[in-house]
């Protein structure tokens, strides 16, 4: 079995932009190019090593939340997964829930190929992986000067992600 903490997360171009100091009375404007430009990530933490499998995918829906199971089943296989995470509405979704019983078929619930736990409402911060994501774009931001391109700052931040293994307390306050 193999607990694993998921969530999505929307990269903008302009995440690598930092933060701006100047005087309380003064207005100050970033003029941020590409607005638009974003990548949706979905994202899986496991519980017992810090290894995060990421994987990009056009938006945060049912469809491609699918999607990033049929991966996770093929990243971890014969292996039973729990999945931890929010209770966004493509989470519990019709489809989805079609997804799992599938998988699932009869099987008695300690016997689930796939096993979902939702956090509670409204709290990203009870799911570690909501750090993680805050890490990697503030890697980003530290090396703004390496991304001339939105193709840069997506591979930066899943460099960072699959090579990184992460280890902090917030990451074991369940086990």
Request: overall charge positive; aromatic content about 14%; glycine content about 6%.
């Amino acid at each position: 079995m193999r607990a694993l903490m998921l969530d999505e997360c929307h990269l903008l171009w302009g995440n690598i932009l930092g933060y701006v100091w100047g005087r309380t009375s003064q207005r100050i404007e970033v003029p941020i190019l590409n607005t638009r430009t974003r990548q949706t990530y979905y994202g899986a933490v496991d519980y017992l090593t810090g290894e995060v499998f990421v994987k990009g995918l056009p938006k945060g829906n049912s469809e491609h939340t699918i999607t990033f199971l049929k991966a996770l089943l093929k990243q971890y296989p014969n292996q039973r997964l729990v999945l931890l995470w929010d209770g966004a509405k493509y989470h519990r979704s019709e489809e989805l829930q079609a997804f799992l019983r599938q998988i699932n078929g009869d099987k008695p619930q300690a016997e689930w190929q796939i096993h979902c736990i939702c956090f509670a409402p409204n709290a990203p911060e009870q799911n570690p992986i909501e750090d993680i994501w805050l890490q990697a774009k503030t890697y980003l931001r530290q090396r703004y000067y390496r991304c001339e391109t939105f193709a840069q700052v997506k591979q930066l931040f899943v460099q960072f992600l699959q090579d990184t293994l992460f280890d902090f307390p917030k990451l074991y306050r369940y086990g």
